[in-house]
Each structure stands twice: as structure tokens, then as C-alpha cells.
């Protein structure tokens, strides 16, 4: 019995770290069945458009902890397959964040798509996903959304084309579609927002940003209860 409970306590950490993994692989798996529809929309707009209703409604808003939302994101990045040994994952939100009403699943899927991103093209340095308050009337606050690595970076006739779908990085190796940035730019536009790629250049990097101009959550708001 000794031997059994000295097993199990053993074992404990390694089952939960298993289950942990089995969670994201399982987030991720779900983030590539949301890129596959919204790659059908992009591909057939008017098919799409009937069966998105029943579906996948075109806006959901729900009460949402930006700051709790983006700290389960970097979480699920750290423990799926995507991670690196020499890439750093890294928050900076700003502590004066409200919580809002928004399209969580859409604004999620976004961001994920954007760090999935970064970290392919991103062999040793960071990954930083930032958040920041530009903006707060009190009623509708203004927020910038940045992903930016230190990766191999982008040259000009690259980014002119980077959201453009099934355009490819000549880096990529690993058989992707070019479809994750044509798919971010399409979700961050039902979000109300536009998304710009910058890089200095190959070797040096890239940031990915966008502006949501988000309502405040009120206390008495029904969700809220």
C-alpha cells in the first residue's frame, strides 16, 4: 500500500501534465476546425453565408476578462506541441484593462492564429503577446492588440501579400497552406478592426496589430449575473 500511494503521488504530477497537454492539443484541434470554416467562407462567401447562421452566428458578444482570456492563451501555447525550448512566450497587459463585451471565440481565434504564427517562424528569442488601454470614455474603451517576435522577419514584398490567401512564406517548410493571416485579417475585420503586419526587415522580426473599440461590461448586464 506504501508502495502504491508513493506510485501514485509519483505519477501525479505526470498524469496532470498529460492532461494538460491533452487540453491544448484538443484547444488547438478546435482552432483548426474554426480555420477550416472560416476558409469555406473565404472560398465560397454566398454558400457560406446561409449555413453560418445556423451555425456560427455572425456575432456572439459575451462578458469577457481580456487580461484572464490572453494569460489562457499564452498557457495553452506553453503546453501544446507548438512550443520551443529557446522561444520565450510572454503577456504584457495593461492592469487598467475593463471587462467588455466582445466576440471572445472570434477575438480568441485571432490571437491564436497570430501566436501560432509568430512561434513557426521563430527559432530562438521571444513571442510577446501585448495588450494595451489607448483609449476609455468609460462607456467604450479603445484597445490595441500587438503580437510581435524576434523571428526571421518579413521584407516589404513580403507583407504585401502576407494576408493574402495561399500565399505561402518562403520559409515555410512544413507544408502549411498560407492560410492563417487571410484568416486572422477576416476576423479581426468582423471584430470591427484592421489588422497591419510591420517588419524591419528579414532577420529582424514582425508585429502584427489591430484596434477594437470594445463596450464595457456593466454590472447589471444580465450575462454578469
Given at each position: 500500500?506504501?508502495?502504491q500511494a508513493?506510485?501514485c503521488a509519483?505519477h ?5 501534465e498529460?492532461v ?10 478546435s482552432l483548426i476546425v474554426?480555420?477550416?470554416w472560416e ?5 465560397n462567401?454566398?454558400?457560406a453565408?446561409?449555413r ?7 456575432e456572439h458578444?459575451?462578458?469577457?476578462d481580456l487580461r484572464?482570456?490572453?494569460v489562457?492563451i ?7 506541441p507548438?512550443t ?6 510572454q503577456l ?16 480568441t481565434?485571432a490571437l491564436?492564429n ?10 530562438s528569442g521571444v513571442?510577446?503577446?501585448a495588450m494595451?488601454?489607448?483609449d476609455?470614455?468609460g ?5 490595441r492588440?500587438e503580437v510581435s517576435d524576434?523571428?526571421r522577419g ?13 500565399v505561402?512564406?518562403?520559409?515555410e ?7 492563417g493571416?487571410?484568416?486572422?485579417t477576416q476576423?479581426v475585420?468582423?471584430l470591427?478592426?484592421?489588422l497591419?503586419?510591420t517588419?524591419?526587415?528579414r532577420g529582424?522580426?514582425?508585429s ?8 464595457h461590461?456593466?454590472?447589471?448586464d444580465p450575462?454578469?449575473l
Open positions: 500500500r506504501v508502495r508513493s506510485s509519483e501525479g504530477p505526470m498524469a496532470l498529460r494538460r497537454q491533452a487540453s491544448s492539443c484538443a484547444e488547438l484541434l474554426s480555420n477550416l476558409l469555406d467562407s473565404l472560398e462567401p454566398r454558400a453565408a446561409g453560418q447562421k445556423v451555425l456560427l452566428p455572425n458578444l459575451e462578458r469577457m484572464s482570456r490572453l489562457s499564452v498557457e495553452l501555447l506553453k503546453s501544446s507548438q520551443k525550448p529557446h522561444v520565450l512566450l504584457v497587459a495593461d492592469e487598467r484593462l475593463p471587462l467588455v463585451m466582445c466576440d471572445a471565440s472570434r477575438l481565434r491564436l497570430l501566436m501560432v504564427n509568430s512561434l513557426k517562424f521563430t527559432s513571442v510577446t503577446l494595451t488601454l489607448l476609455d470614455d462607456h467604450v474603451a479603445s484597445i492588440f524576434t523571428g518579413m521584407a516589404k514584398e513580403e507583407i504585401a501579400r502576407v494576408a493574402e490567401a495561399y505561402c512564406s518562403p520559409a517548410e512544413d507544408g502549411g497552406m498560407g492560410l493571416l487571410a484568416i486572422v476576423a475585420h468582423s470591427g478592426g484592421q497591419t503586419i517588419s524591419p526587415g529582424h522580426g514582425s502584427s496589430v489591430f484596434t477594437l473599440r470594445l463596450q461590461a456593466l454590472p447589471e450575462e454578469a
